[in-house]
T-cell receptor, first 114, second 113 residues
């Protein structure tokens, strides 16, 4: 079946604008994670969903960042009032269970804030 | 909190050379351990994993053994190929009541013909 997909693959936006990043996990995967990856770094945890609820959002850097997963499948990461420091690759991963299971990653969305 | 330390890259090797990429960790519990690989232009994908002490994970000629006494999970391959050129990430699965995996910063491997 299909893997994890993310759209758009690239997003360029101006400082101060609002952006939405979408993640389509593997069908049937209940766990969904968002990460941020800066150049030369590993994935940095942002938020974890188990089903429809955000089980842990402790990685969100501030209240400009928000994510939803209303039907327990597709998730959207929303960033308000973007700043240049938000520029990074945003990764989504899904798994059948919790964080001790293998994760399946999407290709990422490269966000550039000018 | 949990953390992962990987050797700095890039690691540059000739084809058929022996590869070791070191990974050590600190964890409150006994997490599963993973190696993920990211080929140029692609997403991270699982390379191998080990779920308990002394387990050996293996895939595509790569191996890593879960060493609780040294808190290590070093990645090895006996004979690398140009196609192995990629970034390799060591990761801890969730442990100690947390649901959050922890990733190392990655080690770039460049294999020359």
């Amino acid at each position: 079946g299909a893997g994890v997909s993310q759209t758009p693959s690239n997003k360029v936006t101006e400082k101060g604008k609002y952006v939405e990043l979408r993640c389509d996990p593997i069908s049937g995967h209940t766990a969904l994670y968002w990460y941020r990856q800066s150049l030369g770094q590993g994935p940095e945890f942002l938020i974890y969903f188990q089903g429809t609820g955000a089980a842990d959002d402790s990685g969100l850097p501030n209240d400009r960042f928000f994510a939803v997963r209303p039907e327990g499948s597709v998730s959207t990461l929303k960033i308000q009032r973007t700043e240049r420091g938000d520029s990074a690759v945003y990764l989504c991963a899904s798994s059948t269970g919790q964080g001790f299971d293998e994760q399946y990653f999407g290709p990422g969305t490269r966000l550039t804030v000018t | 909190g949990d953390s992962v330390t990987q050797m700095e890259g890039p690691v540059t090797l000739s084809e058929e050379a022996f590869l070791t990429i070191n990974c050590t960790y600190t964890a409150t519990g006994y997490p599963s351990l993973f190696w993920y690989v990211q080929y140029p232009g692609e997403g991270l994908q699982l390379l191998l994993k080990a779920t308990k002490a002394d387990d050996k994970g293996s895939n595509k000629g790569f191996e890593a053994t879960y060493r609780k006494e040294t808190t290590s999970f070093h990645l090895e391959k006996g004979s690398v190929q140009v196609s192995d050129s990629a970034v390799y990430f060591c990761a801890l699965g969730a442990s100690g009541g947390s649901y959050i995996p922890t990733f190392g910063r990655g080690t770039s491997l460049i294999v020359h013909p």
